[in-house]
């Protein structure tokens, strides 16, 4: 993996053979589209898969960047929001790539957050059995995470995710610029992740975020630029290292285990929203690895202040409404797709920046650790 800034975009590889791609990080990517996506084509049309939102906001932008080099493009906005992560939607994204006479060797373009990423690169993945596609993520989620590591795919009613295929893009172009118009709330949810990755690796990343983070939420580019490269170069080596998740790659699940089930108990909507909940998972994971002896007490404290900091949800007593009780939660964790044998997977960690996975937690632990965090909501 190499990282370097190349015409003033920092660049992060992801080294996977032929497989191999470039994640472009710069403020105004969009409207450079065309010189980046040239490369790759074989004629000068792209198909665009994207929400109503994204295109409302910034599909004019894409289809002058690409003009600027001769490319045309055609483009499907799919209903914002989760649900649209279904076989109805699929469908129509694929048959719509067909009717636009996709061809083998065309590429297709995912231009939104997590949901048409995942989405638009199945689609992608099924066509003609295997067409390339290039990531434009316009959310700080989908740049620090989804766009990057070739996970697409739709959720069931089984679960969220649970069909789909390891399809890696050709291309990520993450402009830090479009991060401006989400809600606030949105971009907190979406740091989530980045804080993720501090806890999981890099010690010095987490303090860099303490330093750096409030200015970086306010709108500071260029913190903005330094936070996603960092946060994809992490990614892209675990990636590297282990593309099919057989080991290494189970550690971007920090705060997951936890976030999933509260996500599943406030039924994935406005109560608690995907980041928010990886950022309370993370602090129940350290909690718990405090009182499993394996980092110090601080460890959580250290995190929650600085979640605080953020003015980010950092407890169970920062979540609105009912939840299920320990047993309850538990039962919901059980669903999560890491268990094996009946074992619930969790990471855990030997203090901030040590992460590792655990599949021998004592139940025990965990139901007490939860018992005690509900209690706190209504002390
Ligand atoms: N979002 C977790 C992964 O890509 O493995």
């Given at each position: 993996m190499a990282d370097e800034a190349v015409n003033d975009a920092a660049k992060v590889r992801v080294d996977l053979g032929v497989r191999s791609y470039d994640i472009l990080i710069a403020p105004g990517l969009i409207g450079e589209a065309g010189r980046h996506i040239a490369p790759l084509l074989a004629r000068p049309k792209v198909?665009?898969?994207?929400?109503?939102?994204?295109?409302?906001?910034?599909?004019?932008?894409?289809?002058?960047g690409l003009a600027r080099e001769g490319i045309g493009m055609e483009a499907l906005a799919l209903p914002p929001g989760e649900g649209t992560k279904n076989w109805p939607h699929l469908e129509r994204a694929v048959e719509w790539l067909l009717s636009a006479e996709v061809e083998r060797t065309d590429l297709v373009i995912a231009f939104g957050g997590g949901v048409?990423?995942?989405?638009?690169?199945?689609?992608?993945?099924?066509?003609?059995r295997g067409v390339r596609f290039a990531q434009i993520p316009?959310?700080?989620?989908?740049?620090?995470?989804?766009?990057?590591?070739?996970?697409?795919?739709?959720?069931?009613?089984?679960?969220?995710?649970?069909?789909?295929?390891?399809?890696?893009?050709?291309?990520?172009?993450?402009?830090?610029?479009?991060?401006?118009?989400?809600?606030?709330?949105?971009?907190?949810?979406?740091y989530g992740e980045v804080v993720k990755y501090g806890l999981l690796g890099d010690a010095d990343f987490f303090a860099w975020l303490e330093e750096n983070a409030p200015?970086?939420?306010?709108?500071?580019?260029?913190?903005?630029?330094?936070?996603?490269?960092?946060?994809?170069?992490?990614?892209?080596?675990?990636?590297?290292?282990?593309?099919?998740?057989?080991?290494?790659?189970?550690?971007?699940?920090?705060?997951?285990?936890?976030?999933?089930?509260?996500?599943?108990?406030?039924?994935?909507?406005?109560?608690?929203?995907h980041g928010e909940g990886v950022a309370i998972g993370a602090a129940l994971a350290?909690?718990?690895?405090?009182?499993?002896?394996?980092?110090?007490?601080?460890?959580?404290?250290?995190?929650?202040?600085?979640?605080?900091?953020?003015r980010m949800k950092a407890d169970l007593s920062d979540i609105e409404g009912e939840l299920p009780d320990a047993d309850g939660l538990i039962a919901l964790m059980m669903q999560d797709k890491k268990v094996r044998d009946g074992r619930i997977r969790f990471v855990l960690a030997r203090g901030i920046g040590a992460a590792f996975v655990a599949d021998d937690v004592p139940m025990k632990a965990v139901r007490a650790l939860l018992a005690d965090a509900l209690a706190m909501r209504c002390a």
């Open positions: 198909a665009v898969i994207t929400d109503e939102n994204v295109a409302g906001l910034h599909l004019d932008s894409l289809r002058a048409i990423g995942d989405l638009a690169g199945f689609a992608a993945a099924v066509l003609r316009t959310t700080l989620l989908a740049q620090v995470d989804s766009s990057v590591g070739g996970k697409t795919g739709i959720n069931s009613p089984h679960g969220k995710n649970l069909i789909g295929a390891f399809h890696q893009p050709a291309l990520v172009l993450a402009d830090t610029a479009v991060l401006d118009t989400l809600a606030a709330r949105d971009f907190l949810s979406g200015a970086m939420a306010a709108g500071d580019q260029a913190l903005r630029v330094e936070a996603v490269r960092r946060s994809c170069a992490m990614k892209a080596g675990i990636v590297a290292r282990d593309e099919r998740e057989q080991g290494e790659r189970a550690l971007l699940n920090l705060g997951h285990t936890f976030g999933h089930a509260l996500e599943a108990a406030t039924g994935y909507g406005d109560r608690l929203l350290l909690e718990l690895s405090s009182r499993l002896g394996l980092c110090a007490q601080e460890d959580p404290s250290r995190l929650r202040q600085h979640l605080r900091e953020m």
